[in-house]
C-alpha cells in the first residue's frame, strides 16, 4: 500500500461536524467568521476567494460568487464583475506569492458529467502550474503530492492579496478585502 505522510490533513480528520442548517459548504463560508481557519484569503463585495482543501498544486484556489446557483447564466452583470475582477487579483496574487509558470483556470457546468464535486454553487478553479509539474506519481502511483502545507500557502496568498492596491487587511485571521 502506499503511504503520503501529510499531516496537515489532521485538521479536517478531526473538524467538528457540519452545521445540518447549512446545506451548501460554500454558502456556509459567504460570512466572514473564522477566515483563516476556513481558508478563505480574501473578499469582495460579492465574491471570496477560497483554499482547495484537496489541491492539484499549491495554491489552488477557488473564486466562488455569494449567490447559491449552479447556473452561470443566473448571476447579475454586477456578480459577474465582480467575480471575474477577484479572479483577476487571485492571478495576480498567485503570481507575487508562488510564482508559476501559467495557470489552468475553469468552471465545472452542468454536474457529475463535468467532474465537479460541488454542482450547485458554481465556483471557478485557479490552479498555479510549473514547468515539469507533472511528475511519475500520478500516473505510476495513482498519488498526487504537494509539497506545502495549506496553512504556508494561506499566509503566502494572504500576504500577497494585502500588498495589492484598494486592500484592507482587517487583521491576520480575516480575510483580505476589496471594495
Known sequence: ????????????????????DIDCVFCAFREDDADRDNRVVARSERSFVLLN????????????????????GDLDEATL?????????????????????????????????AGGSIDDHLHTHVVPRWDGDTNFMPVVGDTKVIVEAVADTYDRLHDAFAQQDGAETPGPDSAVRFA
Open 1 to 20: 500500500m502506499d503511504q503520503v505522510f501529510a499531516p496537515w490533513r489532521i485538521e479536517w480528520v478531526e473538524r467538528e461536524e457540519p452545521n445540518p
Open 53 to 72: 482543501n484537496y489541491p492539484y498544486n499549491p495554491g489552488h484556489v477557488m473564486v466562488i460568487p455569494h449567490d447559491h446557483t449552479g447556473e452561470y
Open 81 to 113: 464583475l465582480d467575480h471575474a475582477r477577484l479572479k483577476q487579483r487571485a492571478f495576480d496574487a498567485l503570481e507575487t506569492a508562488l510564482g508559476p509558470d501559467a495557470f489552468n483556470a475553469g468552471l465545472n457546468l452542468g454536474g457529475s458529467a
